[in-house]
């Protein structure tokens, strides 16, 4: 073997972070839609995921923030303060008559993205009121000793809970857009999760891994058709028929106010542009009343009854033929 330098190859791809990638996550498909759908369009104003310790809540909802926008989200700690959520001035430079902004969380989160707050039950119901009021005005203002600032802002969110350490009350339940209970995973599934996980930890320690190269560039396409469907989400027709057809189905499942009609609306046509559907069709409205409207019914108002079955289905069938 000569001392010579080998030609140049291909750049290697940036070392991965040790989470395992979007596009190789098994299960959970109802929350893969939601994050998608809230993704192509961000006015659904976020997703509640609920689910005991251990179903991969977390691991989802970072994997795909990898995948959508090439970073982690930013975390919410559970000891927030308002200064830290809306930022302020630096103190130092306001007591020399420089006011200085220094930026928080909800500013960081739309550079990067995504806001996530791990355990939005525990959160200060303040906090959890302030950040759901920026995510649905897209207006962030902060007014502080005497000086005022106002700026546009705009990123995805995921709040997670677990219903067994404490409920979230009715009227920010009702914020969120989207609602899904994480499933535990079926016997072939917890398999093919298992040599998923292992297989990735594996390759981490593989140089320049064809397995971990493949599962990037099917994040890619994934990326890729988000942007698409984001781009196409304004052409998308909801003509008058679909939107008595969202009204109707809100009603009859007993949903609270007319929020969930909006947001079953919002969330039909953002997954016919995920289909490269030119109109909302039925079997859109359909697929995402579940999301859009379990956490709207009375019975989950103490935010621990979040099931969607064949009660509701039978309520809404002939709606749909």
């Not at 994050?35 to 192509?40: A, K, Q």
């Not at 130092?92 to 960081?108: I, S, T, W």
Request: hydrophobic content about 40%.
């Amino acid at each position: 073997m000569s001392g010579a330098p080998s030609p140049a190859g291909p750049p290697r791809p940036t070392p991965p972070i040790p989470i395992l990638p979007y596009s190789r996550i098994v299960g959970q498909d109802e929350l893969k839609v939601a994050l998608e759908l809230n993704f192509i369009a961000p006015d659904i104003g976020g997703v509640l995921v609920s689910g005991q310790r251990g179903t991969a809540k977390s691991t989802v909802v970072r994997a795909f923030a990898l995948m959508s926008g090439g970073a982690l989200p930013v975390t919410l700690p559970i000891n927030a303060t308002d200064d830290r959520v809306l930022g302020g001035w630096e103190l130092d430079a306001l007591m020399q008559g420089e006011p200085k902004r220094q930026p928080g969380l909800l500013e960081e989160a739309h550079k990067k993205g995504l806001l996530y707050v791990d355990e939005v039950n525990l959160l200060d119901d303040h906090i959890v009121n302030i950040i759901l009021d920026v995510v649905s005005t897209g207006v962030l203002s902060v007014q502080r000793e005497g000086l005022d600032t106002t700026a546009h802002v705009s990123f995805g969110l995921v709040g997670t809970m677990n219903p067994e350490e404490g409920s979230l009350r009715a009227q920010l339940l009702d914020r969120f857009g989207l609602m899904v209970p994480t499933a535990e995973l079926g016997i072939e599934d917890r398999h093919r999760m298992i040599d998923a996980v292992l297989t990735f930890e594996e390759e981490l320690r593989v140089e320049d891994s064809a397995w971990i190269r493949a599962a990037e560039q099917d994040n890619e396409r994934l990326r890729g058709g988000l942007l698409v469907a984001r781009d196409r989400l304004p052409r998308v027709r909801l003509d008058g028929k679909m939107i008595r057809l969202c009204a109707e189905a809100a009603a009859r499942t007993g949903a609270v106010g007319q929020r969930g009609d909006l947001l079953v609306a919002r969330a039909a046509r953002a997954l016919a542009a995920k289909d490269d559907a030119r109109r909302v069709e039925p079997a859109h409205v359909r697929r995402v009343l579940p999301l859009a409207l379990r956490h709207r019914r009375p019975e989950s108002a103490h935010g621990s009854a979040f099931g969607w079955g064949q009660d509701e289905d039978a309520a809404v069938s002939d709606l749909f033929g």
